[in-house]
Every structure is written in C-alpha cells, then in structure tokens.
C-alpha cells in the first residue's frame, strides 16, 4: 500500500489503463487519459514551483478537469486548496490569501471567478513544460489539501490534512465496505466539504468510477445516474430524494453522514432503494473525513449510532476534568490518532485551544470537537448534541457566530443573532435607526434584500439566511445573555402587493402543485412569488419536476425550474409549444442567476 491520498490511482491507471475512471454529462475519461493528464499536469505545476508545502488552489467547475487538477497538485507534490467558483469573491481572496495559495488551477469557464494573486494556470492552455521538471517525494506527514470550515471569529478557518491521515481513511474504508459494489460511486459533494475526499478517491484508489454530478439534486438528471452502486448522502438530501422517488436505479450502499441519522430514513433507505447496506458515519474535517463508521442493521428498531470508533483513531468521551466515562454517561467527545490534521493554518492560538495535549499519550494530541457523545455498551458511540453553537445544516457546518457577525456587520443592523428552524438558517436582526422601534417579530422585504445582498458577497450561499425576522429587541436571559430558545418563528410571509392569483388552466395546475409541495392553499398563492420565498428549497425542485412532468405529460428538469422560478413564468414556458422562445428562456436565465446559487446552497452536502 503506497503512502499518499494518490499514490494508488497511479497503481490502479498503470494495471487497468482502459478502465473508466470519472464518468461525467461533461465527459468521460479511462484510468490511462486521467492519470496522463494528471502527470502533464503536475510537470507543469512543478515547473512553476509547486512541491511540498507549496498549496495549489483548485477553482474548477464540477467537469472531469477538477479530478485532473486535484491530482496534479498531489502528484506535484503539493497540497490542493478548494476554491467552489459560486462562493464569493471576498471569501475566495481571504482563502488564497490566508493559506498562502501562489498557484491557482483553473479552466477557461472558471477563469472569471479566480481570485487577484496567484499565478494562475489554465487547463487546455498549451504550455511547454521545462525538460526535468519530476514532482518531489511526497511523506506521509506532507499535506493533501486544506480545507476551510466555518470559523466562530467571523472568518473561516483552514483545516491541514496529512497524506497519512487519508491513507488510513481509505484503509479503514476497505475494512467497513469489504463486499460492497464500488464501481461507480457519486460524487455529488462540492469540494470544499471533505466527503469530497471519501468520493473522489475511495472509487479511484479502488479501481471504480467516479459518477461526477453538479448536486445531489443533479442525480436523477445524471444520464450516468444507473452506473452508480454506491451513495454518499446528507439524511435531509436523501430525504427529499426518495420523496420524489429520484434515486439511482441500481445503488447498493449508502453512506450517510452530515447530520443526525434517524431509524425511519434508514427504514425507507432499505425499503425505497435496492441498497443491502446502509452504513452511518461521524466525524470532522479535523479527523480526516470519519472517525466512527458503522453498519445500520436493517432488522433493528432504535435510533441509529454513528458507528464503533475507527481502528485508525482514538475516541475519547470525557468529562470537564478530561476523566474517560463509561458506557451509558455523557461528555463531550475528543478524537486522537493517525486521522488528526495538522491544525488551522495560520490560527496558532485556536490550533492550541481545540488540538489539546492527549493525557492517555504522552507528547500526543487529541482534538476536542465540541460534540457530546456517549459510548453504549456495545461499544458504540451515540451523537447527542453540541456544547456551543456550531450547527450542521444540510450537511455544511456552520458557526452561528460567523453569521451573526456577518449580520452585526451591515450598517443596516444594530443587533443580531442566528438559529436554525427546520431545514431553513434564520437571521434574527434588531434594525439600526428608526426601524429598531418597530414591534416584531415582523419581515421586511426590502430591508432583507438589502442585508442579504451584503452577505452574498462574503458568505457561502449555504451561510447566508433564508429568512430574516426583525424584531424591536433580541431576548435576553437573566444573565443578560442572549436566549436562543426564546428566538420566535418566522412570521408568515407578506408580499406587500395584491395577491396576482392564477389565471390560465396552467397556472392553477401550478398553483395546486406547489400547494401540495409547501403545504399552501393553492388560492393563497401569488403567481409572481419565487418557490424559495414561500418556503421551498432545491430538494423540493426534485418533487417539482416529477410532478410536472405527470402533470403535463412534457419533460420537465431540475434546470428548467431553477431557469422559471415562479409560476407566471412556469405557465407561459409550459403553455408555450416550442418549450419557450429564445427570448423568455434568456430572459428568466438572467433573473434566475442571482438565485440559483442560494437554491443550490441550501440543499446541502457541500463543506462541513
């Protein structure tokens, strides 16, 4: 077994070179063009300086060249920065900048989204590699990649991740999947979340196909959905999946993670799907992908747990003395072992404060997550909650701090603070000026708009609030401290304009759908209203499209909704014979970009 994240695609390419190794609506390439293009590559990135300790950011959309890419750093003995092209330019800078990112991957559609200073190389560009230019050795303890997670000072934080702690992940994998079909595993996370790293390079260090798709809402448009055999899912994904009965025709495993697994989804998993293993795994950036993985029986009736501890990693449950508990007591949860990163990059006193000294092993290292877990006695560990404000939605992780001052930040707000409610992130702001002495909770339409827009430009579409409730004052405890349980729930939704009802025979077929869809009186509906603003979210675009295609006996993709976002535009598509003239379709492309992404975002399973 080699020592690198990369070293056993090479093995797999030079033994079965005609084998497919990424499948892809974008193209398809075999083990031999991938590992070739990866080698041409990484000479290249050698020749302008790329090697250990040498980050290459990846701004590269979801198309064959990312895998190109991702390889060529790692094989140019460098380690890869993720750079999602649809995050904001803001936060790209801050990430090239704080990691130290000098060389930047990217493709001509990408080009436009790079951040200013690194030397940028383009895929397909011809360029001369200089004769000589071989990658270094890469060690066991070098860096595959750095990955930013949310950060609770306001700014996100890059987790370093060694080879060695990868390796072992993909060994651990071997042990928990043996007998599993991996010839053609999704990859539907976003780079920048590390279930990423267990897609990607568990199929190609293992001989199967990566089935590449822009989204898990993406998958039953795939027209290489029925090669996949092998899922990994956030639960609310998958959720919203089998309600519109989207699965790939032919998965056999699935892995969740992400977020709190419940026994009815794992009923439905076995009982919707042709999958004959579902497993549940647990972990952090900080520990390497997972460091608790385990089968969920199909015969059994309790909740699920995340699994037994790794044979790679040491789990801790401890109490506020750092005293190991037994079975049965709760405490809060430390990770130590092969799987432990590096630390934050550039962020000495937070590394110190979360990578604590390890009292069972002298001049070792234990991570303390933040998480609070107890053993069964079984010896399975049972998630129970967090002890901060960190929280998980769809699958992203999320300091509520960072949004919050993201929010304080705008001139508009005095005060604010964040929660989530349901499957929807909720901003809570105390306007400045005169609008602070409004009663509340109220919305405002326009003064959300203006906020959220802001925040667009600094935050991840995932981290940016669906809704924002405005009250007069945030609640308060007894200590002075904010009460986050006494947060209210988002009023009803008021357009502020007469109610356009709908009109055509289309438009009241629409409306009954979505009724249907959001739990919504179909009269009470305004046909100029986006899905998103009346509570849908991408998952729910799944459902949409399949009912509309029985509905009207017409094809009716993903795509097309997040082209047509409300149902005046819907209708006039729909009623349209050719499927809608050039120029509607330009038209609703341009109004639906600024929305597109906050669609995507909040279905999930892109970073943690």
């Known amino acids: ?68 890419g991702i390889l060529a750093a790692l094989r140019a003995g460098s380690c890869y920065v993720p750079l999602d092209p649809n ?16 060389l930047l991957l990217t493709t001509p559609a990408s080009r436009a989204s790079c951040p200013p200073g690194p030397t940028v190389v383009v895929l397909g560009e011809s360029v001369t590699t200089e004769p000589g230019a071989k990658p270094v050795a890469v060690v066991p303890g070098d ?48 780079v920048c979340f590390d279930m990423s790293v267990m897609e990607i390079f568990n199929a190609l260090c293992r001989g199967g196909a990566v089935v590449l798709v822009e989204s898990a809402v993406h998958l039953p448009e795939s027209r290489y959905a029925d090669k996949i055999t092998h899922l990994n899912v956030v639960p609310s994904v998958m959720n919203g999946l089998l309600d519109a009965a989207a699965l790939p025709p032919n998965v ?8 709190a697994l419940r026994r009815k989804l794992v009923d439905r998993a076995y009982r919707e799907t042709n999958a004959d293993r579902v497993f549940n795994a647990y972990g952090p950036t900080e520990g390497t992908v997972f460091c608790s993985f ?17 044979t790679s990693d040491r789990v801790y449950v401890l109490d506020e003395n750092l005293k190991q508990l037994p079975a049965g007591e709760s405490g809060e949860l430390y990770l130590g072992g092969v799987g432990l990163a590096h630390g934050y990059v550039n962020r000495p006193r937070t590394t110190t404060e979360r990578f604590v000294p390890d009292p069972f092993r002298s001049g070792e290292r ?15 560990l049972r ?25 304080t930040g705008c ?93 055509t025979p289309t438009e009241v077929a629409l409306s009954e759908i979505w009724g249907q869809l959001l739990d919504l009186e179909p009269s009470s509906i305004d046909v100029r209203s986006a899905f998103y603003d009346l509570g849908g979210d991408s998952l729910l675009l799944v459902r949409l499209a399949r009912l509309m295609t029985r509905r009207f006996d017409r094809r009716v993709r993903v795509p097309d909704l997040f082209s047509f976002r409300d149902i005046s535009s819907l209708a006039r598509w729909l009623d349209d014979e050719s499927g809608a003239t050039p120029e509607v379709v330009q038209s609703a492309r341009l109004r639906a970009n600024a929305r597109r992404a906050a669609l995507r975002g909040r279905s999930g399973a892109t970073g943690r």
Not at 252 to 259: A, C, H, K, N, W
């Open 366 to 380: 234990m991570y303390r997550t933040g998480d609070v877990a107890k053993f069964t006695d079984g010896g399975e």
């Open 411 to 503: 001139p508009e707000v005095r005060e604010a603070a964040a929660a989530v409610r349901g499957n929807r992130l909720i901003g809570y702001v105390v306007p400045a000026g005169d609008g602070a002495s409004q009663d509340g909770p109220r919305l405002h339409a326009g003064l959300q708009s203006a906020i959220t827009g802001k925040l667009a430009v600094e935050l991840p579409e995932y981290m940016v609030p669906a809704t924002l409730v405005f009250l007069a004052a945030l609640p308060l405890g007894p200590g002075g401290k904010l009460d986050r349980n006494a947060l209210p729930e988002p009023p009803a939704a008021d357009t502020g304009w007469p109610l356009t009802a709908a009109g």
């Open 143 to 190: 860096t595959a990649y750095v990955i930013y997670t949310s950060g609770s000072t306001g700014k996100p934080k890059g987790v370093a991740v060694r080879h060695s702690g990868c390796v072992a992940m993909l060994a651990e994998m071997d042990r928990v999947l043996e007998g599993c079909d991996l010839s053609g595993v999704s990859a539907a996370s976003s």
């Open 294 to 310: 385990g089968l969920v029986p199909e015969d059994e009736t309790g909740e699920p747990t995340i699994g037994p501890p790794t």
């Open 1 to 68: 077994m080699t020592e690198t994240l990369h070293g056993e695609f090479v093995e797999q390419a030079v033994r079965n070179p005609d084998a497919t190794a990424v499948y892809s609506d974008a193209g398809v390439l075999t083990y031999g063009e991938l590992n070739e293009r990866s080698r041409a590559l990484a000479e290249r990135l050698v020749a302008d300086g790329a090697g250990p300790g040498v980050p290459v950011g990846i701004c590269v959309e979801r198309t064959p060249d990312l895998l190109v």
């Open 87 to 102: 995050y904001p330019a803001d936060r790209l800078t801050f990430m090239v900048q704080d990691s130290g990112t000098r």
């Open 252 to 259: 056999r495993t699935v892995v969740f993670g992400g977020e």
């Open 383 to 407: 998630f129970l909650g967090r002890t901060d404000h960190q929280v998980k939605l769809r699958g992203y992780r999320i300091e509520l701090e960072e949004v919050e001052a993201r929010l």
